[in-house]
């Protein structure tokens, strides 16, 4: 399994790592089978009232043949309030991504 953050960030890679070490899984760089990519939904500029927004998802691809990433075989969509931490969306979103595969 890869691992991948946009935009990069650090301890998002290390909490993807966990996740995968979770799965009785290892992390590779090259020839991966599966590839985890958190990505943080871009934020509007103007917040009117307090609406759950879209904060982040997870994709997940499965490579198969030689494809650059493969495809895309899983999205799971993390929402919140738009002042939420960075942080605290990565862990909800992969406590609920866990909860999902359960």
Aim: aromatic share 10%.
């Amino acid at each position: 399994m890869a691992v991948e953050s946009r935009p990069f960030n650090l301890a998002t890679n290390k909490a993807l790592r966990d996740l995968v070490r979770t799965l009785d899984k290892s992390e590779t760089a090259e020839n991966a089978g599966l590839t985890f990519v958190l990505i943080k939904a871009p934020g509007a500029r103007i917040y009117l009232g307090p609406n759950d927004r879209e904060l982040a998802s997870l994709h997940i691809y499965f490579r198969a043949h030689q494809d650059a990433r493969g495809q895309l075989k899983w999205v799971e969509t993390f929402n919140g309030q738009p002042d939420t931490p960075w942080p605290t969306a990565v862990y909800d979103l992969i406590r609920q991504f866990k909860a999902s595969i359960k």
